[in-house]
């Protein structure tokens, strides 16, 4: 087995891309007010059953993912030869993946997202797929994920649909209001746990957060809840051996005020060659504006 990222297939290959968008029907839904506080707040909120019935096309697609990695984009496992279980993830599959492209294209996602983020917009940034088999016992690192990709802006939202029961002891944590501290955290390696090499002086080692901590957010799930989360909160698991499959799909917004940075250090996805310099408004063939639709009107700015 091989850990870390493979580049494998290409992860942008529909050409008629406007058209796909234009042909698909995004609804609108209306989030509470003080959803969305909790999410301004706290950097993370949960919304019980929201995607219930993307479940089992979510599945069916991460399945295919998961059987034939090298076919998809940027596979990664994150657990060794001498470990147990196995700790799946990859991402930028959402046009590869018909499933993953109904989802993104015909839900809800884009609207919740745009309200979460208080933006005009939402831009899908990409898609992200993890599995912890039965029988693994690797942690996640405690991170956030900003300094990992090469964007910034304060408007953005991840949002994790658990594809199967998820309890608390091996869900995911987060630390609430870690997204208003004003720091930025080195990216770590998800197989080691060690920090990405880098020459950025804006970032510091992320904290280890203790299981003690009296502002963690840590909730049971169920297939079809979302957890909704800002790209700037810091969030990990523990150890504890996953009892049952853990299956999770996730889609990352960026809103108005997102540009593109040139990063000082290794970024996941790698999205190279973008043609972007620092500050400019990420491609929108290849990020497409999903919120509004064509339907509603609007513009990006």
């Known amino acids: 087995m091989t850990v870390g990222n493979t580049a494998a297939k290409h992860w942008h290959p529909i050409k008629n891309l406007d058209e796909v968008i234009r042909s698909a029907d995004r609804p609108a839904i209306d989030v509470n007010a003080s959803v969305v506080e909790d999410f301004q707040r706290d950097g993370v909120v949960l919304i019980p059953d929201i995607f ?18 090298q076919s998809f984009a940027f596979p990664c496992d994150s657990v060794g030869d001498k470990e147990t279980g196995r700790f799946f993830d990859s991402y930028c599959n959402w046009q590869l993946i018909s499933e993953y492209c109904d989802f993104v294209l015909s839900s809800p996602a884009a609207s919740l997202a745009s309200q979460l983020m208080r933006s005009t917009t939402a831009q899908l940034f990409h898609d992200h797929a993890f599995v912890k088999e039965r029988g693994t016992q690797k942690a996640t690192p405690w991170h956030h994920d900003l300094p990992y990709y090469c964007i910034d802006g304060f408007q953005t939202v991840s949002l994790y649909i658990a594809l199967d029961p998820i309890p608390a002891q091996t869900a995911v944590r987060f630390l609430k209001g870690s997204h208003r501290n004003g720091h930025l955290y080195a990216p770590r390696n998800f197989a080691s746990g060690a920090e990405y090499s880098h020459n950025d002086p804006s970032l510091c ?13 840590i909730e049971a799930l169920q297939p079809g809840d979302a957890l909704c989360f800002d790209f700037r909160t810091l969030h990990g698991t523990t150890d504890e051996p996953i009892q049952e499959r853990r299956r999770a799909f996730s889609t990352r917004w960026m809103g108005d005020d997102v540009r593109y940075l040139e990063r000082l250090s290794e970024t996941s996805p790698p999205l190279n060659d973008l043609g972007l310099t620092t500050g400019d408004l990420m491609r929108t063939d290849l990020f497409p504006i999903l919120w509004p639709t064509s339907d509603n009107g609007g513009a990006r700015r």
């Open 205 to 217: 080692s992320a904290p280890h957060v203790e299981e003690s901590a009296s502002d963690l957010f």
């Open 52 to 69: 219930k019935r993307w479940v089992p096309d979510l599945s069916a697609g991460l399945q295919r993912n998961l059987d034939d990695p």
